[in-house]
């Protein structure tokens, strides 16, 4: 059974009361945009001050090695 199909079964199933709490749901979640998926923003890494903020420390010329080190150590 596809999820609607139960999802409506299931929904007529219940008593007035819940159907209105489902609803209500349903209608709070359409309101705060809940409703429907967005994209993520991309990252603008290029324009961020974390990118970079360490270019004069002695240990970040090989990032690589220096990841390698640490996960060695722990």
Known sequence: M?????LKS????????????VLD?????K????AYAQ???PL???NSSFVGMWPDRPEMQ???A?????RQQH
Do not use: Y
Request: proline share 2%.
């Open 10 to 21: 299931d929904f007529i199933t219940l008593s007035e009361t819940d159907r209105q709490r």
């Open 2 to 6: 596809l999820d609607l199909e139960r």
């Open 44 to 46: 603008d890494l290029e």
């Open 25 to 29: 749901f349903v209608a709070t979640l």
């Open 39 to 41: 994209a993520p923003k």
């Open 62 to 64: 090989d990032s690589i």
């Open 66 to 70: 220096w990841v390698r080190m640490i």
């Open 31 to 34: 309101q705060h945009g809940f």
